[in-house]
């Protein structure tokens, strides 16, 4: 267990070097999800539409489809220079190169995400310091599950010609469930319920979180190998 | 965890060995015995399926039937003691260009759980001369800097066998020469090794067994004694034109 653990943390520390190095991810990522917040502040008249009611879905737009960027890079990079073959040929369980990647893509979220809820604050002029706690237990939550399911269909779509559309084809129709309840919640959040009135959103992107981390241990094996 | 079958000083066993992509055969019943401490060299033309024989021993790919045992581990179970065995060199550096040598092999040597990476990241950059530049990205490497920093990866967990495929492929002459060196620094008593290539007087230098693969087959194998240069080069010939053509 001891060796599984370093295996995980080895792979985290190479993609956090590497991220520290190039900033190519997060700069990527910050700049896609503060673009969606700014084209959908033009877009939407504050004065008339309650930014309560739509920053919410707003906010879920930006870190959907900027962690998306993200995780496609997250095993094309390991594909560059045959990297995933030497994974593959060190003693590393198949699970453990999953949630290797799976930490690092949920390091690299979460700290976009971090530095777009100010952002969000701002320009929707929303108050989320009250509510912060529950808001960040609900944005992990959801991240996860973007996260688990990114992970494995990153390392499906990376052994694809068309690797760049297919993961958005393949991730954006499974995360209904976790991004309808992660928007639902946070608007719930936003307009001053307590986490408690929520527990059935809660508990239903936590049993999707499960049910992609499951599926993922089931299949990596085979969809890593050749 | 060794199989009957297999004799206790084998290093590499491989019996009927055939792996199919599709319709594809890639390769068609290959079998072979290679012992402890023994180079064997297998030629072969493009598509004769010599990369996908080292995938398949090196447990990156499955074969479609038949068995293979490489230090006494079956390939077929995958199993990760046999890759901490292993190390596999190809024209695939399998190096993260924006990291510096030492964090690549510091890297590996925590995936393959050695108890003192930095230590032996030190160790094995000095042995293949690349001390100097050990701090440098990778990225800034030429091609037979690379090769060298690619045998410092293969061997940071020093494996008792060692695949090279194809490891001269987009090399200068000179760079050619001191990867050369290095390799048969790698040929140890104690290490097995298998390689591949087209390049028949490089192949012939080091080895003790030769073979020939040509459309997923063992066409010839010898040990490299029973073996006159020149006739072996129009022998690989006549043998590859004739099997191209069945």
């Known amino acids: ?226 | 965890m060794t199989d009957d079958a297999v004799p206790s000083d084998s290093a590499i066993h491989v019996k009927n060995v055939c792996k199919s992509f599709g319709l594809l055969d890639a390769l068609r019943g290959v079998s072979f015995d290679l012992k402890k401490g023994e180079f064997l060299t297998v030629f072969g033309p493009n598509g004769a399926g010599k990369t996908t024989l080292i995938k398949i021993l090196s447990t990156i790919a499955r074969p479609t039937s038949g068995t293979a045992f490489v230090a006494g581990y079956d390939v077929l179970q995958g199993d990760a003691r046999l890759r901490n065995e292993i190390g596999v060199i190809s024209h695939a550096t399998c190096l993260y260009g924006d990291l510096t040598p030492f964090e690549n092999l510091v890297f590996y040597a925590r995936m393959h759980g050695l108890n003192d990476p930095p230590g032996r990241a030190s160790q094995v950059i000095e042995e293949v001369g690349l001390k100097a530049r050990m701090h440098d990205p990778a990225r800034t490497f030429s091609r037979g800097m690379l090769q060298r920093l690619a045998i410092a990866r293969a061997i940071v967990h020093n494996p008792s066998v060692l695949f090279l495929d194809e490891p001269y492929t987009g090399l200068d002459p000179h760079a050619a020469v001191i990867l050369k060196e290095h390799l048969a620094a790698l040929h140890t008593e104690k290490r097995t090794v298998l390689m591949t290539t087209h390049d028949i007087a490089r192949g012939l230098e080091m080895c003790d067994k030769v073979a020939i693969q040509v459309r997923g087959r063992i066409a010839f194998m010898d040990r490299v004694g029973n073996v006159d240069r020149d006739r072996f080069e129009r022998f690989y010939f006549e043998t590859v034109e004739n099997r191209q053509k069945t």
């Not at chain 1, 295996?7 to 700049?31: C, G, H, N, P, R």
């Not at chain 1, 930014?51 to 906010?59: C, E, H, N, R, T």
């Not at chain 1, 952002?119 to 808001?135: A, E, K």
């Not at chain 1, 688990?148 to 995360?175: D, F, H, Q, V, W």
Request: net charge neutral; aromatic share 10%.
């Open chain 1, 1 to 226: 267990m001891n060796r599984y653990c370093n295996q995980v943390l080895a792979l985290v520390w190479k993609d956090l070097a590497i991220e520290i190095k190039t900033k190519e991810l997060f700069s990527s990522m910050f700049i896609f999800a503060a673009l969606v917040i700014l084209i959908f502040i033009f877009s939407a008249d504050l004065s008339v539409v309650n930014a309560y009611d739509v920053g919410p879905g707003i906010l879920w737009v930006a870190f959907v489809f900027s962690g998306a960027i993200g995780l496609n890079r997250s095993f094309m990079l390991e594909k560059e220079n045959g990297c995933l073959q030497g994974l593959m040929l060190t003693p590393a369980d198949r699970t453990a190169i999953y949630f290797g990647k799976l930490i690092s893509n949920l390091v690299f979220l979460t700290v976009m995400e971090t530095f777009i809820l100010p952002l969000f604050m701002i320009f929707f002029n929303v108050d989320l310091l009250p509510r912060l706690g529950p808001l960040a237990l609900v944005i992990f939550i959801g991240t996860l599950g973007i996260c688990a399911l990114g992970t494995l269909l990153s390392s499906l779509a990376s052994n694809l010609k068309a690797r760049e559309i297919m993961l958005p084809i393949l991730l954006y129709p499974l995360l209904v469930p976790v991004v309808i309840g992660s928007v639902r919640m946070t608007s719930l959040l936003l307009a001053g319920k307590p986490l408690s009135s929520m527990i059935n959103w809660l508990g239903l992107i936590a049993c999707f979180d499960i049910i992609y981390i499951g599926v993922s241990i089931m299949t990596i094996d085979h969809i890593l190998e050749e």
